[in-house]
T-cell receptor, first 114, second 118 residues
Framework: DTEVTQTPKHLVMGMTNKKSLKCEQHMGHRAMYWYKQKAKKPPELMFVYSYEKLSINESVPSRFSPECPNSSLLNLHLHALQPEDSALYLC?????????????FGQGTRLTVV | AQTVTQSQPEMSVQEAETVTLSCTYDTSENNYYLFWYKQPPSRQMILVIRQEAYKQQNATENRFSVNFQKAAKSFSLKISDSQLGDTAMYFCAFMKRASGGSNYKLTFGKGTLLTVNP
């Protein structure tokens, strides 16, 4: 199993809603990542978890709240988002967060904030 | 700060021909990794090839090869015998240690949209 599975694939939410994005991998990887990708732009790193601990937060607004309940699962909790937060949210994992390790990406969640 | 520059927003190539995508980067680091990822319309980012800066030999993966020029900070991707399935956005990426931590992070270029025509 070399898959990173993200659910849902599409999500439409209002600015007052609370929703969560889910990411799962069963490759035994101990580093997991959230990226945000706007249309026709490269992915931008948001968070890194290493061994279930938050390792990197790229100054992301608090309306995005990551959670890593176990080594296979990564969540991104969303609350009070703005329309400009509409984007493709990509999850990735790697064996560790060490130099040179390949990151495996999921297919993303297309989020629309209305 | 390091930046990754891809100067070709779009390129096209005929099926079975060869195409080269360019990438330059700026860094003061001596040890780092470079990657090429592709993102087809399915949206999933897929690793194409990687290169360690310490290795002088250019990496090769089947039809994909790189021309790594460390002194010039250049990392181009050559795709031989192009296939329709190669149509995708190609991102050059640079990996280095994140500040204040033990993890490493990828910084992507803006991408080159490659279309392979039949």
């Amino acid at each position: 199993d070399t898959e990173v599975t993200q659910t849902p694939k599409h999500l439409v939410m209002g600015m007052t809603n609370k929703k969560s994005l889910k990411c799962e991998q069963h490759m035994g990887h101990r580093a997991m990542y959230w990226y945000k990708q706007k249309a026709k732009k490269p992915p931008e790193l948001m968070f890194v978890y290493s061994y279930e601990k938050l390792s990197i937060n790229e100054s992301v607004p608090s309306r995005f709240s990551p959670e890593c309940p176990n080594s296979s699962l990564l969540n991104l909790h969303l609350h009070a988002l703005q329309p400009e937060d509409s984007a493709l949210y990509l999850c990735a994992s790697s064996v560790t967060g060490a130099m040179g390790t390949e990151a495996f990406f999921g297919q993303g969640t297309r989020l629309t904030v209305v | 700060a390091q930046t990754v520059t891809q100067s070709q927003p779009e390129m096209s190539v005929q099926e079975a021909e060869t195409v080269t995508l360019s990438c330059t980067y700026d860094t003061s680091e001596n040890n780092y990794y470079l990657f090429w990822y592709k993102q087809p319309p399915s949206r999933q980012m897929i690793l194409v090839i990687r290169q360690e800066a310490y290795k002088q030999q250019n990496a090769t993966e089947n039809r994909f090869s790189v021309n790594f020029q460390k002194a010039a900070k250049s990392f181009s991707l050559k795709i031989s015998d192009s296939q329709l399935g190669d149509t995708a956005m190609y991102f050059c990426a640079f990996m280095k240690r994140a500040s204040g931590g033990s993890n490493y992070k990828l910084t992507f270029g803006k991408g080159t949209l490659l279309t392979v025509n039949p």
